[in-house]
C-alpha cells in the first residue's frame, strides 16, 4: 500500500485492535495512529493526548458543530469521533493515517475517504471476545454486556470490509497486517 492513505481499523471492542497496532506501529514511526476525542472516561493508565483526548460531552458537542470532526458516533453510552485537522495534515504530508474506529464511524469515513483500505478484525469467538473483554479488567457488568451486545451487530457487517483478519494466534494475526499495510512498500 502506497503512503498517503487513510487505513481504517475496525473490530469489536475486545478483539484485539489496540493489542495488534501497539505490536506492529513501533517499527513504523511513518504511520500516524489517529487520535480521537471521546466522552469515555479515562480507564487507568490512559493519558489525555496520548490515548485518547477525553472530553465533557459539552465540548464533544462543540466539535461537531464547528465540524471539527471526520466522523462521530456513540458507543457503549458514550461518544467518540477523529479530529478531522490531523488526518488532512497528514495524509498531505504522505503518511498512512490509521483510524481505529468502530462500524458506524467506518462506514462514514466510507463517503469521505472512499479510497481508505477497511480492515476488520474478527475474534475466534464471541466466547474467546468475552473473555478477552473480561481479562482486560477494566469494563463494568453493564459495559461488558453493551460492547457484547454491539460486537454481534459490528460481526455481522464484517464483509464490508476490505479486508478481515481473524485475531486468533496474536502472531499470525499480526503478520497478516503487517503484509495488508506494508507488503508492497
Ligand atoms: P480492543 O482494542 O479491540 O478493544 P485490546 O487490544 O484492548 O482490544 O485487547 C483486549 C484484550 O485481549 C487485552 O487484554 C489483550 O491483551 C487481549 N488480546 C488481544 N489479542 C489477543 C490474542 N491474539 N490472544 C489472546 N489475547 C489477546
Ligand atoms: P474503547 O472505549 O474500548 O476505547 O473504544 C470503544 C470503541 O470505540 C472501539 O470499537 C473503538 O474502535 C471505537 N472508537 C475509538 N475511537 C473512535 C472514533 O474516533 N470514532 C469512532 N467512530 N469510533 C471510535
Known amino acids: 500500500m502506497s503512503p498517503g492513505r487513510v487505513v481504517v481499523f475496525t473490530g469489536p471492542s475486545g478483539v484485539g485492535k489496540g493489542t495488534l497496532l501497539r505490536s506492529l506501529l513501533p517499527k513504523y514511526p511513518d504511520v500516524h495512529l ?108 453493564e459495559a461488558i454486556a453493551r460492547r457484547l451486545a454491539r460486537a454481534q451487530i459490528e460481526l455481522a457487517a464484517a464483509d464490508e470490509f476490505d479486508l478481515q483478519i481473524v485475531n486468533g494466534r496474536l502472531a499470525e494475526a499480526l503478520q497478516e497486517l503487517e503484509s495488508a499495510l506494508f507488503a508492497a512498500v
Request: aromatic share 10%.
Open 34 to 141: 489517529s487520535i480521537s476525542a471521546t466522552t469515555r472516561s479515562p480507564r487507568p493508565g490512559e493519558v489525555d493526548g496520548v490515548h485518547y483526548y477525553f472530553k465533557s460531552r459539552e465540548l464533544f458537542q462543540s466539535l461537531i458543530a464547528a465540524d471539527e470532526l471526520l466522523e462521530w458516533a456513540e458507543f457503549a453510552g458514550n461518544w467518540y469521533g477523529t479530529p478531522r485537522l490531523p488526518v488532512l495534515e497528514q495524509v498531505k504530508a504522505g503518511k498512512l493515517v490509521v483510524l481505529e474506529i468502530e462500524l458506524e464511524g467506518a462506514r462514514q469515513v466510507r463517503q469521505t475517504f472512499p479510497e481508505a483500505f477497511q480492515i476488520f478484525v474478527l475474534p475466534p469467538s464471541l466466547e474467546v471476545l468475552e473473555a478477552r473483554i473480561r481479562g482486560r479488567g477494566q469494563d463494568s457488568e
